[in-house]
């Protein structure tokens, strides 16, 4: 099946805001072993929506359409589609009601540009929004699908799997493929490195197609393979991972949807332990991330952080003769920093990071991107010291992903790695 | 003038690669006041570049390609490009030399294929590439032009400037015009709200054009005006500034590249006053934010994340009692939070917040989504409650944001906004 992609907005044209659903939706589609002919931008003007949805009809067998639902006046994808195919437009009662409850149980003001978000163009079928007040609606057109959906990021990653899909595979049932995806998420490797490692593994042979999406700190490999049943595409996949796994090893800490955060938290979760983190150069993110798993509040204690040499003097017991002698980054002050906020918090676990974040401050000796890492437990304290070479906020996060790492593989028992 | 983009690849439209060529184009385009009608990604395939190409042309004065000029046998641009316009090829002998000389600098290994890179449409203008092998080149048909450059974002950010930019105005001088751009961020009114409240202001009649961008949980509206000169574009904004201003007033707290936490970390500098920060369901992201901005350790002393009724006790000395009697979610217990951090830390001013970020921990009374901000300074404190109704991570980001907010206009005076 070809599929065409269209999305809708003056932000998109104007540069201002950078399109990332066509490749979203072009990688999902690329996994149910579906083509896309090409992927088209335009403004909200009427004239140009239609005459690029013709052209682009002309070359697929259906096209998928995001943006322009919303209520504003700017907003005239629905208009539009319905103009281009010559239809009326109706008003859905139940799609009403759905947005009126929503603004109810919140005590939004209602105002009546809200109502638009229930009309559709006539004959369309409802795709419902679970996560907005912008439904979706697909339309058959002289043997052509038009699937059009919202363009808010978070509204597409949902109706995508559980309306759009669906959807598709009724209309075109012979395109139905079994597909199986597979991503491994690696740290501590460039891009290139990785690419030049896996040089060597034949994924056409293995009937696996490849892709590397650098997510800053990580780079994830996403493995894709098609088959006649779920079981071919399966073995297919594990084979080109058995490759991957072998040349990479320590350098993968999580796959699929896991995130390290997440890992972290169900290992603490899991042996019942309780944390307690130190956070300087980092400014908040360790915690920041641990606290975005829901539940976190079960093993984190409490977090402090320690800007001032004050603070780690008070809050955590460093001697001010320590941060004179060694400096409030060194390994020294990493670990009283990670044994002391153990002590104050009464955890099992103590978790330190002191570095330079930058722009200012770094010397010779420790130039900006100096990060020392330390996790104290009862017995003893592990310390790592790391020099990373980015901005100030992408050292944030270089340096709240060692300190996350080095926990997970403390928690895991991968006592080598550490 | 009308610019349409066309950006070339299988590694697009599968999704492995995110575009991001179309949007700093078109975003550069609108500096220098040109319009871009559409942007195209197609797969290198023959026909459907043509086809794009046509369809391009007819919407604009002139399309701008990248992609596909490299040596490999999928890099089919020039050729497609060629054929569409049925124009032989020739070899250019100045860019093979540039090219082999590149070779020879390097000690690479020149193979045949490299050569291919010299070959450009009959009539072709080539156009220099200071920093690769790739050079681009222009043709004018049927008075229309059709710019190619390499697709190497790094590529593209020197040619665009150094070729295509002086090419466009020497062939479009009656385009050439003057562009001011401004954005006003507000925060606490939802997208229809901001649209209704500016229904009235005619901004076609100053002639400015506006758009909205939602960037959670901030909206942005952005002006854009042209002028024959650069005062007649920024007074054309200037008046439409004012009208939005006089509509939104206190929700709007930033302008163009600022900051909610920038600019109270500049406040904060200037006063030379000290903070200290007491979360717990924001969980480290206010000083995670705060700390973002190089230089904030003048003024931020310390944060504690007291995720624990125990930290709230130890850390802050919040009794027992209240906890108990009021709950850990309450204005009780903000306000003794903020003062105990600030009172802890000894800083000018303690900042707090505590609430229940969901999904579970949510009750009759006190909804997930409940918030509490409280503000300390040496004589009284201040305490704002908020009900928000996202998920986990976006009622973190909501709760740090109205607490940025609250020390912002603090600490800017706007007491009656507070």
Redesign the interface.
């Known amino acids: 099946m070809k599929i065409g992609i269209l999305t809708i907005g ?11 659903n ?9 996994t149910q072993g579906w ?9 909200d003007e009427d004239r ?1 929506i239609k ?2 949805l013709g ?1 682009i009809l ?2 697929s067998d259906a096209v998928v359409v995001t943006g322009g639902l ?5 907003d005239m994808t629905t208009e539009a589609i319905a103009r281009a195919f010559g239809l009326g437009l109706y008003m859905d009662q139940t799609v009403l009601r759905h947005i009126r409850g929503i603004f109810e ?2 005590h ?2 209602w ?1 009546e ?2 109502a638009k978000q229930a009309v559709f163009p006539e004959g369309a079928e409802v795709i419902a929004n679970p996560v907005g007040t912008a439904a979706g609606f697909a339309l058959k057109q002289k043997g052509k699908l038009i699937v059009v959906i919202p363009g ?1 990021p978070r509204e597409v990653e949902r109706m995508l799997p559980e309306g759009v899909f669906p959807l598709l595979r009724r209309e075109f049932p012979e395109a139905v493929q079994q597909v199986a995806v597979r991503t491994i998420k690696s740290f501590g490797l460039g891009e290139a490195v990785v690419d030049k490692a896996l040089a060597d593994l034949d994924f056409e042979r293995l009937s696996v197609t490849v ?2 999406y650098p997510n800053f700190p990580e780079n994830h490999i996403v493995l894709t393979a098609r088959g006649a049943t779920e079981s071919e595409a399966v073995s297919r996949i594990s084979a080109a991972e058995a490759g991957v796994v072998d040349r990479l090893k320590k350098y993968i800490f999580a796959y699929d949807s896991e995130t390290l955060e997440g890992l972290a938290a169900k290992l603490m979760t899991e042996k019942g332990w309780t944390l307690a ?1 130190a ?1 300087s150069c ?7 991330r ?3 798993v ?4 079960v093993f ?9 040499n ?2 780690k003097t ?2 955590l017991g460093v001697p001010t003769a320590i941060l004179e002698k060694y400096g409030a980054v060194s390994e020294q002050t990493a670990r009283l920093m990670a044994e002391g906020v153990r002590k ?2 009464c955890t099992d676990l103590g978790l330190a990071i002191t570095g330079i ?4 401050g770094g010397t010779d000796q420790k130039p900006v991107g100096t990060v020392y890492i330390a996790l104290a437990d009862e017995k003893e304290t592990l310390c790592r010291h790391y020099t990373f070479r980015w901005d ?2 992408r050292n ?1 996060v270089i340096s709240s992903q060692a300190a996350l790492l080095l926990l997970k593989r403390y928690l895991s028992g991968e006592r080598e790695d550490v």
């Open positions: 003056n932000e998109l044209t104007s540069g201002r805001t950078q399109d990332t066509s490749s979203f939706l072009a990688r999902a589609f690329a083509q896309v002919t090409l992927m088209t931008s335009v403004g140009v005459q690029a052209f002309a070359q919303g209520p504003t006046a700017d149980k919140y939004l003001n105002t540009n809200n808010v892709g590397f983190v956070e980092t400014g908040g993110l360790v915690t920041d641990l606290t975005d829901p539940g976190s509040s984190l204690e409490r977090s402090v952080i320690t800007y001032s004050a603070a008070d809050l104050l918090a974040a930058g722009p200012a100030r906020r944030k």
